[in-house]
């Protein structure tokens, strides 16, 4: 483009330092407009203008505000698809409600006045999925009148991307439809409503307020009392009728705003049956989601699924928002599901202390969410950096919010790490968009066992296939990718190495226990990581809890108490048949975790995946007999060279039920017990993440 206007001084090029979106870039445009300039004509596009469109919209302007043409509507290849854009909506420029709440003024078409910029200028913010040509229309029509020319003067270029283009912005939802939907799911209208009312009703609401604001005074009185009575609309119920009569309108005749009306009118009911059902106390008769929706601007012309299963599907995999700078410092960005405190295990505690030693290494770290993120109480950075390892952590790390932000601030020489599937597709769009290679992906699971076989376990086992480099949580998780060639490990064995590492998960520091502590405990007493919910399934409650059982009927643990540990849920007790029941105890810190572990003889934790899960480990070094199960690559021998604190036996009922009965028999062994406690597995995140190891992260990262 420099090259193009060379010095033409009739030309200015301003580059942004780096992507804001077409709303933003506008708002620069229109502020660089030269102080003596009597007349704005906005041209971003690729649409063809006719030769005489300035010289008739300057001829027609007269004492309006703003003028603006019909338009022929044509493809991409030049082929007619309609003779004018009105084709299928009444046009309307003289109705400020029916503007403000469907814009029919496109920016292509349009000429203003240079005033109308003090008081367009500067735009609304940009929570909201705005549109430049809908705010300057407004501001116009609020200062007075709006002129229209009723015939082309440009052809409109429809492409299939464009971000509302004619077909959408003149769309009218069919009678059937409407009555289809009434079909759908209940919570999913609601929902819909509730959407609604964030995106398009508070994003009205804006607009409205700050025009009045801004023009008030110098509105005609029809004008304001028309915008003052709709900024009433979610106080008082005269405006929410006349929302609901204006809708009846349009389904008379060829429609004006498209049904817009009735989308705010469910928007506003559902607010008002949002105040209506909220109580003091909690209610199980009526609730009503209040949440803001995570995104106010969802992406024109996006397509999403309708049915709630896929759309939780596509939303999860769905980019996040980048806004590119040239100026921006790269970062190395540690992608993340959440920040949920209630689900904070020790999978958790490796992403975050990853991230910690890659900032004590000199890197420019952020740890970025990838779902939605709803309220944190005031304290959960303290409360996160209260986990071994993590003290200071968000001191040396950056935290982005990634679906809650407008656009995430990353240059082109931005990394990404990867430490689930769904956020491994996060980061291979991330690098697409920036021109980027490959990721380092954190893999702490088979991911594909962590669910059933269907969508989610197919969309993980994809993930493998993106392009990364792969850092393992054990070897023995590692060498299962290379028994089965996934991932890195989907060439030769050999390419795998060099494109991998492994490290061992820091165990939670347990004091070692005395053989005298050991000897005196009465009664003993037993622990089973117990994890009934759905996503633990991994863990095999039902199999422990009925391998368990089967160990009482043959006679073990007569006399001992019973505990379970691990559920989200609170305390309760669980029957094993005959008089006996195991209590599960509600979650715990970290620290207190510790101490419960040293007060157990012998624990029983199940993991039907490669990855030796840290919990029998944990109970094994706290001197606890750990009963857990084989599977594939984890064998006894593999386990035994751990620690001889763990029993292992076949992930069947009788296989762990003699296992346990294994365990019980020798746990009056204090001194073998004391000397299983001396773990060969890491105890400090420093030691997990080493100096040499992370310098092959380095190397990884930086290419």
């Given at each position: 483009m420099?090259?193009?206007?060379?010095?033409?001084?009739?030309?200015?090029?301003?580059?942004s330092?780096?992507?804001?979106?077409?709303y933003?870039?506008?708002?620069?445009?229109?502020?660089?407009?030269?102080?003596?300039?009597?007349?704005?004509?906005m041209?971003?596009?690729?649409?063809?203008?006719?030769?005489e469109?300035?010289?008739?919209?300057?001829?027609?302007?007269?004492?309006?505000?703003?003028?603006?043409?019909?338009?022929?509507?044509?493809?991409r290849?030049?082929?007619?698809?309609?003779?004018?854009?009105w084709?299928?909506?009444?046009?309307?420029?003289?109705?400020?409600?029916?503007?403000?709440?469907a814009?029919?003024?496109?920016?292509?078409?349009?000429?203003?006045?240079?005033?109308?910029?003090?008081d367009?200028?500067p735009?609304?913010?940009?929570?909201?999925?705005?549109?430049?040509?809908?705010?300057?229309?407004?501001?116009?029509?609020?200062?007075?009148?709006?002129?229209?020319?009723?015939?082309?003067?440009?052809?409109?270029?429809?492409?299939?991307?464009?971000?509302?283009?004619?077909?959408?912005?003149?769309r009218?939802?069919?009678?059937?439809?409407?009555?289809?939907?009434?079909?759908?799911?209940?919570?999913?209208?609601?929902?819909?409503?509730?959407?609604?009312?964030?995106?398009?009703?508070?994003?009205?609401?804006?607009?409205?307020?700050?025009?009045?604001?801004?023009?008030?005074?110098?509105?005609?009185?029809t004008?304001?009392?028309?915008?003052?009575?709709?900024?009433?609309?979610?106080?008082?119920?005269?405006?929410?009728?006349?929302?609901?009569?204006r809708?009846?309108?349009?389904?008379?005749?060829?429609?004006?705003?498209?049904?817009?009306?009735?989308?705010?009118?469910?928007?506003?009911?559902w607010?008002?049956?949002?105040?209506?059902s909220?109580?003091?106390?909690?209610?199980?008769?009526?609730?009503?989601?209040?949440?803001?929706?995570p995104?106010?601007?969802?992406?024109?012309?996006?397509r999403?699924?309708?049915?709630?299963?896929?759309r939780?599907?596509?939303?999860?995999?769905?980019?996040?928002?980048?806004a590119?700078?040239?100026?921006?410092?790269?970062?190395?960005?540690v992608?993340?599901?959440?920040?949920?405190?209630?689900?904070?295990?020790?999978?958790?505690?490796?992403?975050?202390?990853?991230?910690?030693?890659?900032?004590?290494?000199?890197?420019?770290?952020?740890?970025?969410?990838?779902d939605?993120?709803?309220?944190?109480?005031?304290?959960?950075?303290?409360?996160?950096?209260?986990?071994?390892?993590?003290?200071?952590?968000?001191?040396?790390?950056?935290?982005?919010?990634?679906?809650?932000?407008?656009g995430?601030?990353?240059?082109?020489?931005?990394?990404?790490?990867?430490?689930?599937?769904?956020?491994?597709?996060?980061?291979?769009?991330?690098?697409?968009?920036?021109?980027?290679?490959?990721?380092?992906?954190?893999?702490?699971?088979?991911?594909?066992?962590?669910?059933?076989?269907?969508?989610?376990?197919?969309?993980?086992?994809?993930?493998?296939?993106?392009p990364?480099?792969?850092?393992?949580?054990?070897?023995?998780?590692?060498?299962?990718?290379?028994?089965?060639?996934?991932?890195?490990?989907?060439?030769?064995?050999?390419?795998?190495?060099?494109?991998?590492?492994?490290?061992?998960?820091?165990?939670?520091?347990?004091d070692?226990?005395?053989a005298?502590?050991?000897a005196?405990?009465?009664?003993?007493?037993?622990?089973?990581?117990?994890?009934?919910?759905?996503?633990?399934?991994?863990?095999?409650?039902?199999?422990?809890?009925?391998?368990?059982s089967?160990?009482?009927?043959?006679?073990?643990?007569?006399?001992?108490?019973?505990?379970?540990?691990?559920?989200?849920?609170?305390?309760?007790?669980?029957?094993?048949?005959?008089?006996?029941?195991?209590?599960?105890?509600?979650?715990?810190?970290?620290a207190?975790?510790?101490?419960?572990?040293?007060?157990?003889?012998?624990?029983?934790?199940l993991?039907?995946?490669?990855?030796?899960?840290?919990?029998?480990?944990?109970?094994?070094?706290?001197?606890?007999?750990?009963?857990?199960?084989?599977?594939?690559?984890?064998?006894?021998?593999?386990?035994?060279e751990?620690?001889?604190n763990?029993?292992?036996?076949?992930?069947?009922?009788?296989?762990?039920?003699?296992?346990?009965?294994?365990?019980?028999?020798?746990?009056?062994?204090?001194?073998?017990?004391?000397?299983?406690?001396?773990?060969?597995?890491?105890?400090?995140?420093?030691?997990?993440?080493?100096?040499?190891?992370?310098?092959?992260?380095?190397?990884?990262?930086?290419?």
């Amino acid at each position: 483009m420099r090259a193009a206007v060379a010095d033409d001084p009739r030309f200015l090029v301003s580059r942004s330092p780096g992507r804001v979106g077409f709303y933003r870039n506008f708002e620069r445009a229109l502020e660089l407009a030269p102080p003596d300039a009597r007349y704005v004509a906005m041209a971003d596009q690729d649409d063809a203008w006719y030769p005489e469109k300035l010289a008739t919209l300057l001829r027609e302007i007269g004492d309006a505000q703003l003028v603006y043409s019909d338009a022929r509507v044509i493809d991409r290849r030049g082929r007619l698809i309609s003779d004018t854009y009105w084709s299928r909506r009444r046009n309307n420029h003289s109705d400020l409600l029916s503007l403000l709440v469907a814009n029919a003024v496109t920016g292509a078409a349009s000429l203003f006045r240079a005033e109308v910029l003090e008081d367009a200028l500067p735009f609304p913010p940009a929570q909201f999925a705005h549109f430049h040509d809908h705010w300057v229309a407004l501001t116009a029509l609020a200062r007075g009148d709006i002129a229209f020319v009723d015939r082309p003067l440009y052809d409109y270029v429809q492409h299939g991307q464009a971000a509302l283009g004619h077909a959408a912005a003149t769309r009218m939802p069919r009678l059937r439809s409407r009555l289809g939907a009434l079909r759908r799911d209940r919570r999913e209208r609601v929902r819909m409503w509730r959407l609604h009312y964030f995106v398009d009703g508070c994003r009205l609401l804006q607009y409205a307020t700050i025009l009045d604001m801004r023009c008030g005074p110098r509105m005609t009185r029809t004008k304001r009392r028309s915008l003052r009575r709709f900024l009433r609309v979610d106080r008082r119920a005269s405006p929410l009728v006349r929302l609901a009569l204006r809708g009846l309108r349009e389904l008379v005749g060829r429609p004006q705003t498209l049904g817009a009306e009735w989308m705010l009118f469910r928007a506003f009911a559902w607010r008002r049956l949002l105040a209506a059902s909220a109580r003091n106390r909690p209610s199980g008769r009526l609730r009503m989601d209040a949440v803001p929706p995570p995104a106010l601007d969802p992406q024109p012309g996006r397509r999403v699924p309708r049915d709630p299963a896929a759309r939780t599907v596509a939303e999860k995999i769905a980019p996040l928002t980048l806004a590119v700078r040239d100026d921006a410092p790269p970062r190395v960005n540690v992608l993340i599901p959440t920040m949920e405190l209630e689900h904070f295990f020790g999978g958790y505690i490796a992403k975050l202390n990853l991230a910690r030693r890659l900032a004590e290494r000199g890197a420019r770290v952020r740890i970025v969410t990838v779902d939605p993120v709803g309220p944190l109480p005031r304290d959960w950075r303290r409360r996160l950096e209260s986990y071994a390892g993590l003290a200071g952590l968000f001191d040396r790390v950056e935290v982005g919010f990634g679906r809650e932000s407008q656009g995430l601030e990353v240059s082109r020489s931005d990394r990404f790490v990867a430490t689930t599937w769904w956020t491994a597709h996060g980061a291979r769009h991330a690098l697409e968009a920036l021109g980027g290679s490959r990721f380092l992906y954190l893999i702490q699971e088979y991911e594909p066992f962590t669910f059933p076989m269907g969508t989610f376990a197919a969309l993980a086992r994809e993930s493998y296939r993106f392009p990364h480099v792969a850092l393992f949580s054990s070897e023995l998780l590692r060498d299962y990718f290379r028994r089965h060639q996934i991932g890195v490990y989907a060439g030769d064995a050999a390419a795998g190495d060099r494109e991998s590492a492994a490290f061992e998960n820091a165990l939670t520091p347990i004091d070692p226990p005395a053989a005298a502590e050991l000897a005196g405990r009465r009664p003993r007493q037993l622990l089973l990581y117990a994890r009934p919910e759905s996503h633990a399934a991994r863990n095999m409650y039902e199999l422990g809890v009925l391998a368990l059982s089967r160990a009482l009927e043959q006679g073990a643990f007569d006399g001992w108490s019973l505990h379970g540990i691990g559920t989200v849920g609170p305390g309760r007790r669980v029957d094993l048949g005959g008089d006996a029941e195991l209590r599960l105890l509600p979650r715990s810190g970290q620290a207190d975790y510790a101490s419960l572990l040293r007060q157990h003889d012998v624990g029983l934790a199940l993991m039907y995946t490669p990855h030796p899960s840290l919990v029998p480990l944990e109970m094994a070094s706290a001197g606890m007999l750990a009963v857990t199960n084989s599977f594939e690559n984890k064998t006894a021998a593999a386990l035994g060279e751990i620690s001889s604190n763990l029993i292992v036996g076949e992930p069947t009922i009788e296989g762990v039920a003699g296992a346990l009965c294994e365990a019980e028999a020798a746990s009056e062994d204090v001194e073998r017990r004391v000397r299983g406690a001396a773990v060969r597995w890491s105890r400090d995140w420093d030691e997990s993440f080493d100096d040499r190891l992370l310098d092959r992260l380095s190397s990884f990262l930086e290419t």
